[in-house]
C-alpha cells in the first residue's frame, strides 16, 4: 500500500476522479466532505498529506488550513489546496497561512498528480 | 455680493456681445456712463426699472441678467470644485466665471453631474459582482462541472484497459456533469442579459418589486381610492417570477391596511404642517413605522429631493429600499451598520432622529428618523419579530443649510465607502484614495 492521501472535497464526481487517478498510481485515498469536522478527521486520519478545496460546507478549506497549521500535529502535514479563484489575492492568502502547493481548477489529472507525488514524496 | 457680482458681469458680456458702447447702453437707459461702469463692475446693486431696461436695450430676460436662475449652477460647479480640490478652482470667482462663459460653466456642472452618475453605475455593478450571490454560486457551478468533465474525460480518453464498472461510471457522471454545466450557463447567460442595465436590471423578487414601485412612484393611487384590491395590483403589475409576486402581495396589503389608518390626504396635512412623524403618531394615534411608511408614499414633487426608505429585519438584512438620491443603499450584502436603522434595532420602540453625511464626492446631508418595532405576534408563544424602519429626508443646500449640526459620518457599505479608520468598517474598500 502507498501513501495515504486525505481528499476534503465535496463534489462527488470530481472526488471520484481524483481518487481513481489518485488509486491507480498506488496511493491510498480517503475522502471527506463536510469542512465542520475536517480538521479533527485529519488528526484522527494522520494522512501523509491532504488535498483541500477551499468551498466547503460549513468550514473553508481557508480556516480548515489555519486550524491545521495552529496544531504542532499538523503544522508541518503536506496541503495541496484546490479552487475556483485564482486570483493573485486568493493564492498569497493560502500561502499567508501556509499551502504547500496551490491548484486552480480546473485543473489537468498529470498537474494533480504530479504534485501529490511530489508533496507526499518529500515526506 | 454674489447677486450684484453676477449681474454686473452679466451686463457687460451681454453688451460685449451686441457690440454695444458702455456710453450708447447708458445713454439708452438714462444713466452716465461712469454708473453703467460700476455696475458692470459689480461695484453697484441694481434692480427694478433699471435693471428691466437694460434688459429690453440687451434684448434678454431680466431674470438671466440676475444670479437667482443659476443659483443651481453654481452650487453645482461649487461642488465639482470642492471635489477636486487639488485643481485649485477659484471659488470665490465662479459667479463670475458662470456670468461670464454660461457655457462652459454649465460644461462644467454636467460633466460633474456625469461623473457622479458613472461612479454610482460603478458601484452597483461592483457591488453586484461582489456579493451577489447568485452570480458567485453560478459560477462556482460552471467551474465545478468543468473540472469534473475536463478530469473525467481525460481518463476515460487515457486509460486504455479501463474496465466496464469504471468505464460505466465515468460515463454517467460525464453525462450528469454536461447537464449541470448546460443549465448552469443558462442561468448564467438569462442573468447576465437582465445585468446589462446596471440601474434597472432585476435579478431577485424584491429588485423586481421594488422596479414596479419605482415606475409607480411608490404611491399606489388604487390602493389610495381603494378601487383595487391587493390581489387586484399583483395580477395588474406584470411581476414575472412568483417570489415577486408574493412579496408583492405582501406589501400591497400593508400599504392597504396603513391607507386605512392614515388617508393620504391626513399624511399630507400633517407632514406639511408638523415635519415631525412622532408628533403625528402621537395625534393620530398609529405607531411611528406606520408613519414613516406612509410619508415615504406621499406624491414626489421632484424626483431630485425624494424622500427614501428603508426596512431591515432584525439580523440587519434590507428588506425594503425606497432610494433617496445621491443616498447609496447597497443592493446586495451589508449596509452601513452606522446607519440610525441600526442603531434603532439596538434600541427597539426608540424613536432616533439623525442628521448624517454619507460618504461620496457630493457628501450630501440627509435627516433620518428610525425606529425598530416588534410585528404583530401571529400566536402566543411566538418568536419576536423585529422590524427597523428608517425615513431618508435630503437636507438641501447640505452645509449650508445646516452649519451649526455635525452629522454623523456614514456610508453605504465597507466595500464601496472610501473613509479611513472607520471603527465599524467589516471589510477594506476598492475605493482607494477616496476614488
Known sequence: ?123 | MPRSTLTGSRIRDRRTAKGLKQADLAREVGISPSYLNLIEHNRRRIGGKLLIDLSRVLEVEASQLTEGTEAALLNRMRQAAADTPKAAAEDDRSDEFAGRFPGWAGLVAAQHDRIAQLERTVETLTDRLTHDPFLSTSLYDVVSSVTSIRSTSSILAGEEELDAEWQGRFLQNLDNDSRRLAESSQALVAYLDGVGDAQGGASSPQEELEAYLLRNGFHLEALEQGTATPQDLVADAGLISEPAQILALAYFTRYQNDAACLPMAQVAALWSEMRDPAAMAQSTGTDIATVLRRIATLPDADPETRVGLVACDASGTLTFRKESPGFSIPKFGAACPLWPLYQALTRPMTPIEAVVEQASRTAPLFRCYAIAQPQQPTRFGAPVVIEATMLILPLEGSHQVMPKVEPQLIGSSCRICPRDGCSARREPSILADGF
Do not use: C
Open chain 1, 1 to 123: 500500500m502507498g501513501k495515504h492521501v486525505l481528499l476534503i472535497e465535496d463534489e462527488p464526481n470530481i472526488i471520484e476522479a481524483i481518487r481513481f487517478i489518485l488509486s491507480r498510481d498506488g496511493w491510498s485515498v480517503d475522502t471527506h466532505s463536510d469542512g465542520a469536522n475536517a480538521v479533527e478527521r485529519v488528526q484522527s486520519m494522520k494522512p501523509d498529506m491532504i488535498i483541500l478545496d477551499v468551498m466547503l460546507p460549513n468550514k473553508s478549506g481557508y480556516d480548515i488550513l489555519r486550524d491545521l497549521r495552529d496544531d504542532p500535529m499538523t503544522a508541518k502535514l503536506p496541503v495541496l489546496m484546490l479552487t475556483a479563484r485564482g486570483q493573485t489575492k486568493d493564492r498569497e492568502l493560502a500561502e499567508r497561512l501556509g499551502v504547500n502547493q496551490f491548484i486552480t481548477k480546473p485543473f489537468s489529472n498529470s498537474d494533480i498528480l504530479a504534485s501529490v507525488r511530489t508533496l507526499a514524496g518529500a515526506q
